[in-house]
């Protein structure tokens, strides 16, 4: 995301809704705006009208400033965004005006009535996916992709366990893993969760809040550990999931809200891995590896994003406070125009 301010505006100075972040600090900083410009889009650059944008946990972090990157202020956040192409530039081919369409990435930020994004990463959106689901599948499918694929290179046969399978990226990956031929283990905080897990196509799902999970999901492996973790919370788990791995088993830390202390022999034994994952490095061929896998998940219907809570655009404190200090996600949260 770019500095809104940065964008060039449309010279009839048209304005729009948007959520505008002046200062780093807690969700009362999004605040809405009825006066900010609408973006122009350069020549290889779609306009789009927005109809939902999905919020993702590391625009909480962005917008506390505690995460790495932090975008010049004021800034709009969103990278996720569906909706119809509004005006395309004068070099894009790709797209026409009117046209459904979803986003891995805008420039201008997604949580506003319009928003522009590179041509590169724009893509229509499938007729039998809800805007709402085209707001769902951006960063969590990609996340997904790489952190299963790219980074911990999970094979057909191993078995992947999914630490905190309810959420968008959690969905994200039971769908994916099913797909690779994985056994699918996933672990969910209430009886909701749980049961989504099971209904997106996990063989086996335990409830990460009870004292003695680990021990049913080793028992569930006949003793022999995961082959990957995939972890959402390594401040919590990465301790306990590091002994449920099996010989040269792979942890893929997507998520992290602190610092964790582990015990290196734990790795040694075993000759596991600790796999960051990080979706802003992945490089352009990787990403349009991972784009011609989820295409190929939307044509045969294994991919189908499943939408948690919606909140209006007016609402998008509401929906960063939830996000973070809820009970337990149960689908993907979205914004909706």
Same mark, same amino acid.
């Given at each position: 995301?770019?500095?809104?301010?940065?964008?060039?505006?449309?010279?009839?100075?048209?304005?729009?809704?948007?959520?505008?972040?002046?200062?780093?600090? %807690?969700?009362?900083? @999004?605040?809405?705006?009825?006066?900010?410009?609408?973006?122009?889009?350069?020549?290889?650059?779609?306009?789009? !009208?927005?109809?939902?944008?999905?919020?993702?946990?590391?625009?909480?972090?962005?917008?506390?400033?505690?995460?790495? !990157?932090?975008?010049? @202020?004021?800034?709009?956040?969103?990278?996720?965004?569906?909706?119809?192409?509004?005006?395309?530039?004068?070099?894009?081919?790709?797209?026409?005006?009117?046209?459904?369409?979803?986003?891995?990435?805008? @420039?201008?930020? %997604?949580?506003?009535?319009?928003?522009?994004?590179?041509?590169?990463?724009?893509?229509?959106?499938?007729?039998?996916?809800?805007?709402?689901?085209?707001?769902?599948?951006?960063?969590?499918?990609?996340?997904?992709?790489?952190?299963?694929?790219?980074?911990?290179?999970?094979?057909?046969?191993?078995?992947?366990?999914?630490?905190?399978?309810?959420?968008?990226?959690?969905?994200?990956?039971?769908?994916?893993?099913?797909?690779?031929?994985?056994?699918?283990?996933?672990?969910?905080?209430?009886? %909701?969760?749980?049961?989504?897990?099971?209904?997106?196509?996990?063989?086996?799902?335990?409830?990460?809040?009870?004292?003695?999970?680990?021990?049913?999901?080793?028992?569930?492996?006949?003793?022999?550990? #995961?082959? #990957?973790?995939?972890?959402?919370?390594?401040?919590?788990?990465?301790?306990?999931?590091?002994?449920?791995?099996?010989?040269?088993?792979?942890?893929?830390?997507?998520?992290?809200?602190?610092?964790?202390?582990?015990?290196?022999?734990?790795?040694?034994?075993?000759?596991?891995?600790?796999?960051?994952?990080?979706?802003?490095?992945?490089?352009?061929?990787?990403?349009?590896?991972?784009?011609?896998?989820?295409?190929?998940?939307?044509?045969?219907?294994?991919?189908?994003?499943?939408?948690?809570?919606?909140?209006?655009?007016?609402?998008?404190?509401?929906?960063?406070?939830?996000?973070?200090?809820?009970?337990?996600?149960?689908?993907?949260?979205?914004?909706?125009?």
């Amino acid at each position: 995301m770019l500095n809104i301010f940065s964008i060039n505006t449309m010279k009839s100075c048209r304005v729009m809704k948007a959520v505008c972040v002046s200062e780093f600090g %807690g969700p009362e900083v @999004l605040r809405l705006q009825s006066d900010v410009p609408v973006p122009t889009p350069g020549r290889r650059q779609v306009l789009i !009208r927005v109809r939902a944008c999905g919020v993702n946990p590391v625009e909480t972090y962005i917008r506390a400033g505690t995460y790495a !990157r932090r975008p010049p @202020l004021p800034y709009t956040p969103g990278s996720d965004v569906s909706g119809e192409v509004q005006e395309v530039g004068e070099e894009v081919t790709s797209f026409k005006a009117g046209e459904r369409v979803f986003t891995t990435a805008t @420039l201008s930020g %997604g949580y506003a009535e319009l928003c522009v994004a590179e041509e590169a990463s724009v893509f229509r959106l499938p007729a039998g996916l809800s805007p709402e689901q085209g707001a769902a599948l951006g960063v969590p499918y990609c996340t997904a992709y790489r952190a299963l694929v790219t980074r911990a290179h999970a094979k057909a046969g191993e078995t992947v366990l999914i630490h905190g399978a309810s959420g968008g990226v959690g969905v994200a990956a039971v769908q994916l893993g099913r797909a690779l031929g994985l056994r699918v283990l996933g672990t969910a905080g209430t009886r %909701g969760g749980l049961d989504l897990v099971l209904q997106q196509g996990a063989h086996q799902v335990f409830n990460h809040r009870e004292e003695d999970y680990t021990r049913k999901i080793l028992e569930a492996t006949g003793g022999a550990g #995961v082959d #990957v973790v995939l972890e959402m919370l390594a401040n919590l788990n990465l301790g306990a999931d590091l002994q449920m791995l099996r010989q040269g088993g792979r942890v893929a830390v997507v998520g992290s809200r602190g610092s964790v202390e582990i015990n290196p022999r734990d790795t040694m034994a075993k000759e596991s891995s600790i796999l960051g994952v990080a979706l802003a490095s992945a490089t352009p061929e990787e990403r349009e590896e991972c784009m011609a896998a989820l295409s190929t998940g939307m044509e045969e219907g294994w991919l189908r994003p499943s939408v948690g809570r919606c909140y209006p655009l007016k609402m998008a404190a509401q929906a960063h406070q939830d996000l973070m200090e809820g009970p337990g996600a149960c689908g993907k949260t979205v914004l909706t125009m």
